[in-house]
């Protein structure tokens, strides 16, 4: 029996999808617990890459049941675009797939409301998937949630209640027209009947298994500098990604997790806005972007980019008892002469102690790197540690000495089978 959250440690796209549909072969349930079609998650099978958006990444394997958790805000449309996929793609779900009563829904209003905040002054950059709105409701109490479908009469007073709300805000605020009841009545009631086979208690489902032996991943979206306590707060999305997010996120408790494992890219990656204290606006940048194909896989926005920062990781380490680590897009350095790594911050010529969350700070400070030689190898055919060139064995060692973990994947491509296990 395993208990073992996968956590993003950076600013979320370090390749968790690639990694939870490999680590899924020995895993009999997988579960997303926060986060909502905000995630992109590719995986890559054969000539055929999947995304996915709100169902697991393990999916794809036929022995294993996923869960959509409590934690997780679910927009109707883009969970029904993801399930017809699958059908379409022969990917049998019936009795595969569990989403949690508790879990809220995205309503039109929360995408109008997202893409209203992103046109004022205070911009995030978000997905524009209604995210943060979503679970503003969610802890106003106001919230629809995947339980509520299942009283029609009860439903359609809390939507008008609820819109009626927005509304009044749209027009008044905004100088909207706002939004027509029935249509997202109509909506909500389509999708009761396409998802009420799915519906189910998740946690009660999810602590049966692990009673019963069975082998559970918990699947994070986003990243650690991402979360709404712990990261790069206002410029961060609006749940818990780092590893507590994923006992609350699904009513698994905190004494039967075994593990956490760590997806850590091996540069620096960030969408949307806020402070990057490594990265790079030279062609080094422009090149670790193209190398590594850092394009979002939910918007398609170009992906910020620079060197590895350590001083983060470890920080990522600290707060999410990461204990394992998989070094990702590893191969994406291979042409470098040189690659650096940021050991440290130094603000007006003092050494921070401590990685600092507040944003004025993160904007002053000044890396502190170190330089390590490139391999100037192709690495990504290579399977075995040992045949690794001796500078990305460096390269590896320096960082797990870093970030104060232990390496126990290293991945050398998008594909299942470009992994090296150490
Ligand atoms: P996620 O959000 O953490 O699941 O990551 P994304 O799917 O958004 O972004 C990761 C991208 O890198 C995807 O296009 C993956 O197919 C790709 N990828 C994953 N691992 C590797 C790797 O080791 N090397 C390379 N070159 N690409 C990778
Ligand atoms: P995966 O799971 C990278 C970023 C957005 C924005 C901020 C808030 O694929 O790693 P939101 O729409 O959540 O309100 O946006 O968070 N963001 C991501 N960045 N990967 C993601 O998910 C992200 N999900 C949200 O770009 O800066
Ligand atoms: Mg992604």
């Known amino acids: 029996m395993s208990v073992s959250i996968v956590v993003g440690s950076q600013w979320g796209d370090e390749g968790k999808g690639k990694i939870v549909d490999l680590l899924s072969s020995e895993v009999d349930i997988v579960a997303r617990y926060q986060g909502g079609a905000n995630a992109g998650h590719t995986i890559e099978v054969g000539d055929k890459k999947f995304v996915f958006h709100l169902i697991p990444s393990g999916i794809l394997h036929e022995n294993v049941t996923c869960v959509i958790g409590n934690g997780v805000v679910i927009e109707p449309a883009a969970l029904l675009e993801e399930i017809n996929m699958l059908k379409e793609n022969g990917i049998n779900i019936d009795g595969r797939l569990f989403i949690s009563r508790n879990a ?206 350590a001083f983060l990781v470890k920080y990522s380490t600290t707060i999410n008892g990461i204990n394992k680590a998989v070094i990702t897009k590893l191969d994406v350095l291979d042409s470098f002469d040189e690659i650096k790594v940021c050991v440290g911050y130094e603000i007006n010529g003092k050494t921070l102690k401590y990685f600092p969350t507040s944003v004025e700070k993160l904007s002053e400070a000044k890396p502190i790197y170190e330089t390590l030689s490139g391999w100037k190898t192709n690495i990504s055919g290579i399977r075995n540690y040992e045949e690794l060139p001796n500078a990305t064995k460096e390269y590896l060692t320096f960082i797990s000495k870093q970030c104060g973990f232990d390496i126990n994947y290293v991945s050398v491509g998008p594909k299942r089978s470009q992994t090296i296990v150490i």
Request: proline residues 4%; charged residues 25%.
């Open 104 to 309: 809220h829904l995205i309503m039109p209003y929360h995408k109008l409301l997202d893409s209203i905040n992103e046109q004022g002054k205070k911009k995030i950059g978000t997905t524009g998937r209604g995210i943060g709105p979503s679970y503003i409701d969610k802890y106003a109490r106001k919230g629809i949630r995947i339980a509520d479908l299942l009283n029609k009469d009860s439903l359609k007073e809390k939507i008008r209640t609820n819109l009626e709300e927005k509304n009044n805000l749209l027009k008044k605020v905004y100088d909207h027209t706002g939004l027509e009841v029935n249509a997202i009545i109509n909506e909500c009631l389509n999708f009761d009947n396409e998802i009420d086979q799915y519906v189910t208690d998740t946690s009660a489902y999810l602590n049966d298994a692990i009673n019963k032996g069975k082998s559970v991943l918990l699947e994070g979206a986003q990243g650690a500098l991402l979360d709404v306590d712990h990261g790069t707060y206002p410029y961060v999305t609006s749940s818990n990604p780092t590893s507590g997010g994923a006992c609350t996120g699904t009513g698994i408790p905190p004494t039967k997790i075994t593990d956490v494992i760590g997806i850590v890219k091996a540069y620096t990656t960030r969408v949307g806005l806020g402070p990057f204290p490594t990265e790079l606006f030279d062609e080094t940048g422009k090149k670790l972007g193209e190398v590594g194909a850092e394009f979002g896989a939910t918007t398609g926005r170009k992906r910020r980019c620079g060197w590895f920062d």
